[in-house]
């Protein structure tokens, strides 16, 4: 081959196939394959060179640079490195753009493609000489090198950043009638507080009260109010307690005062009350529209005459999925520690729901060996009542139901 007369025909395809016209009528087609997403920068690129003849270019190393410029002419060259030993089989070459020597706008990266449009400029040396080829643009691909930027770019690199992200952190969202009670970074950090500052709730005008984990003490009565849902983390991670207790069987000496068509869930209620009575759970005059599921309840204060994890008042009230305990009251065959306790007062023949749950009174906790020498214990104590049982365990101390 006439070294002096070559022409190169250098392929290559940006998605797609393109054919450029050059001076001298040679031509040049441009493949930018890939770009890789992480470290190094580096952009597949592959060509053809052949004379003007379509004879390719003899089998060897030659020296190639290639450039990156603002325009497909003048403009600002914004990278450029030279490789000094491509091979080329057969007219054939491959080469990795930002592997080379780098001279300008060092290494390639996301800022070479800061711009809207990019071009590319390539030249080859041969024995008679370097040959320089017309720009080609740059299609979406090496463009992707920008995205990694988005890594690590901080949040004041941002525009059109929502208000509630401004500090990385998601702290504007707001749903409607949802109330979060934590720790801290809640809307409250008291259960009773978050049920009192709800007024309006209806079977139109529902509301979840989220409890996020931690252990929440208690003095006020937490009252769960009709068409309200209290959703704790589960029994293991959210825990309500008081030591509420009173002379009387009543939400006076209760830790959580169920209403009708109220709901409480995934969450343990304890209450710790050494006086007369302690309750964990209470309800009166409900329907089993009110749910207790999936909660752990515990009257476990030391002392006391009367532990009722559950004290059901003329109440129907549903509990299923949960475990009931009661211990500590003292009196043989006197006092009661009872896993759920239901009272006929106004009239009617309330009859609870009572599924896939434990009943357990005695010495010890949710032990289903519930036999001890106390006297006290019953897993259930039923006054002019006829709670509906299904698929439970009922263990008392002293005796199973009374």
Not at 171 to 177: F, I, K, P, R, S
Not at 183 to 211: C, E, H, Q
């Amino acid at each position: 081959m006439n070294k002096r007369a070559v022409s190169i025909i250098l392929l290559a395809i940006v998605f797609c196939l393109g054919v450029f016209a050059l001076k001298g009528g040679r031509q040049l087609l441009a493949e930018v394959a890939d770009v890789s997403s992480g470290a190094p920068s580096l952009i597949s690129y592959q060509g053809y060179l052949a004379d003007s003849g379509g004879t390719p270019l003899s089998n060897g190393n030659y020296a190639m640079s290639f450039a990156i410029y603002t325009a497909s002419s003048g403009g600002t060259k914004v990278w450029e490195e030279s490789q000094s030993s491509v091979a080329v089989g057969g007219g054939y070459f491959s080469v990795l753009l930002g592997s080379g020597s780098c001279t300008t706008g060092c290494p390639l990266g996301a800022s070479t493609f800061s711009g809207t449009t990019r071009y590319l400029q390539t030249s080859v040396t041969t024995g008679s000489g370097t040959t320089t080829f017309p720009r080609q643009q740059l299609a979406a691909v090496p463009f992707a090198l920008q995205a990694t930027e988005a890594q690590t770019m901080a949040w004041s690199g941002l525009t059109s950043v929502p208000s509630g992200f401004a500090d990385g952190t998601d702290d504007g969202a707001t749903y409607q009638h949802v109330v979060t009670v934590a720790k801290s970074g809640g809307d409250f950090t008291s259960v009773a507080s978050a049920m009192n500052s709800i007024t309006d709730s209806s079977s139109t005008n529902r509301y979840l009260v989220r409890v996020m984990p931690g252990v929440y003490t208690e003095t006020s009565l937490v009252t769960v109010k009709s068409y309200v849902h209290v959703q704790g983390a589960g029994p293991n991670a959210t825990v309500i307690t008081s030591s509420r207790s009173s002379s009387t069987p009543s939400n006076a000496s209760a830790t959580v005062d169920l209403l009708d068509n109220g709901r409480i869930s995934n969450i343990t209620v304890r209450n710790t009350g050494a006086g007369t009575y302690g309750i964990a759970l209470y309800s009166a005059e409900t329907s089993r529209d009110a749910v207790v599921d999936n909660v752990e309840a515990e009257a476990i204060g030391a002392g006391g005459t009367g532990h009722y994890a559950a004290y059901w008042n003329d109440a129907e009230a549903t509990i299923r999925n949960s475990s009931l305990f009661a211990g500590g009251a003292v009196g043989f065959g006197t006092a009661v520690n009872a896993g759920f306790g239901s009272v006929n007062i106004s009239g009617g023949f309330p009859q609870a729901l009572i599924e896939n749950s434990k009943l357990i009174g005695g010495s010890n906790n949710f032990a289903e060996n519930c036999n001890d020498p106390t006297g006290t214990g019953f897993g259930m104590q039923l006054s002019n009542s006829s709670p509906q049982v299904r698929y439970t365990y009922i263990c008392g101390g002293h005796r199973g139901i009374a």
